[in-house]
């Protein structure tokens, strides 16, 4: 299966941390999201500009692929949408690489 991702979102913009909504495609054009919550304080992350929050979802995106390829391996699904997957809990810690998101695919072994 290859997924294509397509658009990110900041959502929940009163939380601590940021929350962003990864949306993908899969094979049949079917539209998931994933939703990751990054640390990032309340002193921080309420006063990002829509382009610094850009940015540093490209320093969570990496994440996101590394979650998502360990998911299906140990599943051979994609992971349940509709809950948050928290920095330092499900997902690992964000570092200083980055890795763009946009029209990133993925291709995942369905052997």
Avoid at 11 to 19: K, T, V, Y
Avoid at 20 to 33: G, R
Avoid at 76 to 94: I, M, N, S
Wanted: charged residues 25%.
């Amino acid at each position: 299966m290859k997924i294509t991702f397509t658009k990110c979102q900041r959502i929940n913009e009163a939380r601590d941390g940021l929350d962003l909504l990864f949306y993908f495609v899969d094979d049949n054009q079917n539209i998931h999201k994933i939703h990751t919550v990054a640390k990032l304080g309340a002193q921080i992350s309420w006063y990002l500009t829509q382009q610094e929050v850009y940015e540093y979802s490209k320093k969570v995106f990496p994440l996101v692929v590394n979650f998502i390829g360990d998911w299906w391996n140990k599943h051979r699904t994609l992971p349940p949408e509709g809950q948050p997957y928290f920095e330092g809990k499900e997902l690992g810690y964000v570092r200083s690489n980055k890795l763009d998101w946009e029209n990133y695919t993925i291709e995942l072994d369905t052997v």
